[in-house]
């Protein structure tokens, strides 16, 4: 199976998740073929609440009402894709540049299912670049910060994420202690928040296997 077809798989496997009522819709390819498949089902939900603007536009492509997430109260679950996830549930997330907004409706939501293809499944975090983004005027600052922490900051070049910030990617970290360098990057000030995923991780894994889609939780 390719890459894409085991993102399909995980997405489709996703819809028996999904309960009556609002649901938070994460940001990525393979969160857009769970919005794809959710369109098939969207009578049985009254909305979603969607983490980028990227994400708002295809939910709203399928018909399928976006919601304010100050009016939408607490979520029952939030379904979106990582960039590296650990048997621990931490994740790497911002690849497509999301992570605040992500994590803003992860904070709001009971459950996290996390739907991602077999290749995402890491044994330590960091191999994939930590997306953090920060306030523009902070940049330098906050890059001088990271490599304190031993870290190579690089600017995702021509990039502005959805709240109008810039993102830096951060080489050369191994992450042995997730929940501690979340809360340490995230004390650096402009930064607006980082990308590990690892003091509120995932609930529920469907990862998606060449034997088939496997749960992990
Ligand atoms: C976007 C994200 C995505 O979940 C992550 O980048 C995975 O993307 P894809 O499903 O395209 O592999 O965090 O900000």
């Known amino acids: ?24 819709v994460g940001t990525g390819s393979t969160a857009n073929y ?17 983490s980028s603007e990227a994400t708002a536009q295809r939910l709203k492509s399928h018909g399928i009402p976006v919601l304010d997430l100050n009016s939408a109260g607490e979520l029952a679950v939030y379904v979106d894709g990582a960039d590296e996830i650990t048997k621990h549930m931490h994740m ?3 690849g497509g540049g999301a992570l605040t907004r992500e994590k803003i409706v992860a904070a709001c939501s009971k459950k996290f299912v996390c739907i991602a293809d077999g290749s995402k499944l890491v044994g330590m975090l960091g191999n994939f670049p930590l997306p953090v983004e920060v306030v523009p005027m902070a940049q330098s600052y906050v890059a001088r910060e990271l490599v304190k922490l031993g870290g ?6 021509g990039f502005t994420t959805d709240n109008g910030n810039i993102i830096l990617d951060v080489h ?9 360098l979340e809360t340490q990057i995230n004390q650096i000030t402009g930064v607006v928040t980082n990308g590990l995923f690892a003091r509120r991780p995932a609930d529920v894994l469907l990862l998606g296997t060449s034997e088939g889609v496997r749960t992990l939780q």
Do not use: C, S, W, Y
Request: net charge positive.
């Open 152 to 157: 190579q900051p690089m600017l995702r070049q």
């Open 92 to 94: 790497i997330k911002g």
């Open 172 to 180: 050369g970290l191994k992450i042995m202690n997730p929940v501690e």
């Open 34 to 50: 769970f919005i794809d498949e959710l369109a098939k089902i969207k009578g049985r939900i009254d909305g979603a609440v969607a």
């Open 1 to 24: 199976m390719t890459q894409d077809e085991l993102k399909q798989a995980v997405a489709r496997a996703a819809i028996e998740h999904v309960p009556a009522g609002i649901i938070g």
